[in-house]
């Protein structure tokens, strides 16, 4: 059970992950347009500063639940670190079923604020806004699913740092 539901958790994080990877590679398209934008001969396009900011909320919203499942996300460990090995187990599944808890009680909300959006599209180019707020779904539920899978036993493999010669 348990290495069937790691290997459907490993293959949601490699699809965010590839969310990842193609939000940063459009945010960093559409940065250099607008730099190359500001020189004489090459057109200044209105759109790029909408979908810069589209993208940044896409990376966050792809990258936040990886980060969660491989425990990469801001946390204050003062107090945990003073705790024996077993007190720290208990502390990070009380955070991790906090952050499972928020989550979905903030998830309901982030959906009706995705359909406020019907019919609302972006101003520089046509786009209805609802795949836009979606991230703000996408959100909540990656940092729930992910967190409920490392509350279960799942884990990202690390990164390893380079070795130096």
């Known amino acids: 059970m348990t290495k069937a539901l790691c290997g459907f958790v490993g293959a949601v994080r490699r699809v965010c992950e590839l969310g990842t990877i193609a939000s940063f590679s459009v945010l960093i ?3 250099l347009l607008q730099v190359l934008g500001r020189l004489p001969g090459f057109p200044s ?3 790029t500063e909408e979908v810069a900011r589209f993208a940044l909320v896409y990376l ?3 990258g936040c639940g990886v980060a969660a499942l491989r425990g990469e996300l801001v946390n204050v460990d003062l107090f945990v670190n ?3 090995p077993a007190g720290r187990r208990v502390a990070h599944g009380l955070g991790l079923l906090l ?3 928020f989550s979905l009680a903030i998830l309901r909300g982030s959906w009706d604020y995705m359909m406020n959006g019907v019919g609302e599209r972006a101003r520089s180019f046509e ?3 609802v795949w836009v707020y979606a991230a ?5 539920a990656a940092l729930a699913f992910f967190s409920a899978a490392r509350l279960f036993g799942c884990r990202a493999p690390q990164h390893r740092p380079e070795e130096t010669a």
């Open 29 to 31: 398209a559409v940065t």
């Open 45 to 47: 396009l209105v759109f």
């Open 60 to 62: 966050v919203a792809f």
């Open 82 to 84: 003073l705790l024996p």
């Open 99 to 101: 952050v499972i808890l």
């Open 127 to 129: 786009i209805s806004m």
């Open 136 to 140: 703000v779904v996408v959100i909540p």
